[in-house]
Nanobody, 122 residues
Framework: QVQLVESGGGLVQAGGSLRLSCAASGRTFSWYTMGWFRQAPGKEREFVAVISGSGGDTYYANSVKGRFTISRDNAKSTVYLQMNSLIPEDTAVYYC???????????????WGQGTQVTVSS
């Protein structure tokens, strides 16, 4: 079992920045690919970013590429999402998730955090 707890969400003006954190406990953190997903009201959960267990490989959704950066600190069992140049369309509940594979599909992720709200005002 892996337990995930997100933090760092909040209300920010367009153009601002936020840094989300996701602290993991349980199994060996470096075994897991970590992903960030988000879900806006009335919309399906969508992929945002993913990072490999070693941290050497990352991949981003086109909508956030160049604005968001995913990183991890395996010594602290924590994954981060630095979000810059935020726009109102980024408003959503953001979730971190863990899986042993390399999938970008939410359905393939085994463990999920409770989510943290990010609201970007115009």
């Amino acid at each position: 079992q892996v337990q995930l707890v997100e933090s760092g969400g909040g209300l920010v003006q367009a153009g601002g920045s936020l840094r989300l954190s996701c602290a993991a406990s349980g199994r060996t953190f470096s075994w897991y690919t970590m992903g960030w997903f988000r879900q806006a009201p009335g919309k399906e959960r969508e992929f945002v970013a993913v990072i490999s267990g070693s941290g050497g490989d990352t991949y981003y959704a086109n909508s956030v590429k160049g604005r968001f950066t995913i990183s991890r600190d395996n010594a602290k069992s924590t994954v981060y999402l630095q979000m810059n140049s935020l726009i109102p369309e980024d408003t959503a509940v953001y979730y971190c998730a863990a899986n042993r594979g390399t999938s970008l599909a939410a359905s393939d992720y085994d463990y999920w955090g409770q989510g943290t709200q990010v609201t970007v005002s115009s």
